[in-house]
Each structure stands twice: as structure tokens, then as C-alpha cells.
């Protein structure tokens, strides 16, 4: 999985809001950092050279994930580590940062309360998290194929879990219950650009959890051929692109 989700997803989705969140980190100018959901290194890499300087600790709860990325990444600090029980001290980092994590997280105010037991006093926590799936071109593309070609059985992943956690408010009530303070609530739309999109179908499809939900299947091989058709049908030939919009937050204590 994180081989084809470095290949097929992490430069059409992820560098693109990763140098958004890295200008964003430098003008703050952080000296120690912690990155959470790392994944494969694609923030990582752009806040290294966003901020030269900085000393960066990147984590991630998947050990595979910090595997693929100390490789890629090796100019930080790499650990495997879980949101909610974070393997730091107290006030250790001037900025943590987490580029479409806390989506992932089971108990986010519980991840957001450790993130704010971390900080600095004068820190900021600064992340982004999906807006609604029909914001974003590639993902209700590959939703809509996937529906098609499963109708009353396609896996609900990409709609529930990336996309599921859009709403402003209700984050920034996590936050709150936390003991974090929401400073600025920003949305970003930004373009992603795919060698073809058949390549962001094979992304979705073996770089994501919908991989587990196809791979026992007989018939998971045509399942696979009739998503990227359809998604091919719908976003055309050769080089695609779409809007993809975000929303990027700030928080401190």
C-alpha cells in the first residue's frame, strides 16, 4: 500500500497541499516541529526545504508508512507513534503540524488534547482536513466508478472517512474540548494534475483501505478494469486534472 500511494496519490493529491502547509509553517518560524500522519514524507520533505533550520520529528501510527519515509526522508526524525498517546514531553514543539490526518484519528479530541499537552505555550498546531467529496474532482470521480461498478455494495471509505470530517464547526468543537483555541479556519482549492486517470484509479484502489474490500473477490480483477474505465470516461485521456479543495486550520492553546 504505501508503494502505490507514494506512485499514484502522493503527487497529485498531497505536494500540492504541502506547499501550501510549508509556507504556511515557515512564516511562523518554528525551530522544533512535529509532524503527525506523515505517511510517506510528502509534507516532510517540503518543510525541510520550507525551513532548513528546523529540527522535524515526523510521525506516523503505521510502521510501514515510517519505514517508506525514513527511506525517502532521512533528513528527519523518524517514529512510529499514535496521536492519542504521543511519545513526547511536555511543550517540546514550537509547531506540530498534520497534513489530512486527523480525519484518520479515532478519538480526535483525545489526539488534539495530546497535541496540545506537546506544544510549546506560544506553539501553533496547524493542519488540513478535506472538504465534502463533491469538492474534490478525482475523489467523486473514483466514488461514482466505484458505485457503478458495485452498485449497493462499493466501499463507502473515500466518502466516510477522508471526506467525513468537512465540517468546520464540528472541528473546531473538537478542538475546544481539547483545550485548543481555533485561530483561523481558511478554505483552499488548489489543482491536481495526473499522468492519466487510470493512474489516480489504481491509487484509490491499491494505495487505500478500498484495496482490502476488493482483494478476496473473484471478480476483484474486472471490478478493477470497470472503475478505471469509468474514471477514465469521466476525466478523460492521456493527462488529467481536477480541483481538489481543502480547509486548512490554525490552533494554539
Known sequence: MPE?????LVPVFFRPFAADLAARAAALRPRTVLELAAGTGALTSALLIAVPTASV????????????GSVREPRADWRQADAQELPFEDGGFD???CQFGVMFFPDRPAAYAEVRRVLAPQGRFLFNSWGPLASHGFGAAFQTALEQSM??????FVKDVPHGYCDPA???????SAGLTLAAAEEVTLEGVAESAASV?????????VSAALQDREDAQALRAAVTQR???RLGTGRVTAPMTATVYT???
Do not use: C, I, Q, W
Open 151 to 156: 452498485p449497493g455494495s462499493a466501499p463507502s
Open 57 to 68: 520529528v515526523a510521525s506516523d501510527l503505521n510502521e510501514a508508512m515510517v519505514t517508506a
Open 251 to 253: 490552533a494554539h492553546k
Open 201 to 209: 484509479a489504481t491509487g484509490f484502489l491499491t494505495g487505500t483501505p
Open 231 to 233: 474514471m477514465t470516461d
Open 4 to 8: 502505490a500511494y507514494e506512485r499514484h
Open 95 to 97: 509547531l506540530v503540524l
Open 170 to 176: 464540528v472541528v473546531a468543537a473538537d478542538l475546544t
